[in-house]
């Protein structure tokens, strides 16, 4: 990997840190050549502070430090990502990211929909709202539809319409994630259990 630390007069490179799971930007800072290679010899993320114009370990007070998982550069080659597992939170004023905002996995549209389960289940008129209806039914009546989603897919399955097959999967992944959160979880729970088993 060739680093381009001659491009600025001070021979600095913005690093920009990003958790290797969540994939959330935690933090921007400097490097110098002498910082990168203190970061992948102790593997504890080191910059250039310009303030205190040394080298500063992330967490090197706090205890809040940044585990090295991976570096990589950019097409230009004077930027660096730097993916990490950190310790704690990111920023110095106590937050995950030092953009105020929480590390937590995200799914995309599915955290999306995610949220709008939890909407309707806290919402008073159950009348206009599929999803609130079934919490008002309770666990029972949640696992019976999850039971006959998964019927309908293994049905599709073993027959040629995709279409079929597509739509009855995303009925079950809805109503399972209905489930989920009936019994107080969330996809990122199982997630974590997956990852778990990887690490065994």
Known sequence: MTID?????????????????????LMLGYMNEEAYKKTTETHLVTFYSRSKQRLWTKGEESGNTLDL??????????????????????????????????NKPSFGFLSELESTI??????????????ASLFEKGVNKIAQKVGEEAVEVVIEAKDDNDDLFLNESADLLFHYLILLQQKGFQLKDIVKVLQDRTEK
């Open 5 to 25: 630390f001659n491009k600025n007069i001070d021979g600095l490179v913005p690093a920009i840190v990003q958790d290797a799971v969540t994939k959330n930007v």
């Open 69 to 102: 998982v991976d570096i990589k550069v950019d097409c230009d080659n004077d930027t660096l990502l730097i993916y990490v597992h950190p310790n704690g939170p990111t920023c110095h004023t106590g937050t995950d990211t030092c953009w105020s905002e929480e």
């Open 118 to 131: 939890h909407q309707r289940k806290t919402e008073a008129n159950s009348k206009e709202s599929y999803v």
